[in-house]
């Protein structure tokens, strides 16, 4: 994840909200400019999940197969 503002890839997550079961909301801030935004976690289905090997160091990291659609008051696909 890079800053929104300047694009920068050194961001910390400065505040973390775990009080619900089936979502995590983060404070992120950039240690660049300073901004500082907010990201939500939620669950997704096993299927929309798939693993690929990253560039460079050949690692495999989990990745989005499909585009996943998320709307306030909804579950997660």
């Keep these: 994840m890079n800053c929104p503002r300047c694009g920068c890839g050194e ?3 400065t505040y ?3 009080r619900y079961d089936d979502r995590v909301i983060r404070q992120r801030r950039c240690t660049e400019c300073c901004h500082i ?5 939620l669950p997704v289905s096993v299927a929309v999940v798939g693993w690929e090997r ?6 495999s990291v989990p990745m989005l197969r499909v585009p996943v659609e998320l709307a306030v008051g909804t579950d997660a696909v």
């Design 54 to 59: 990253t560039q460079g160091t050949g690692k």
């Design 16 to 18: 973390t909200n775990g």
């Design 11 to 13: 961001i910390r997550a």
């Design 37 to 41: 935004w907010y990201t939500a976690e």
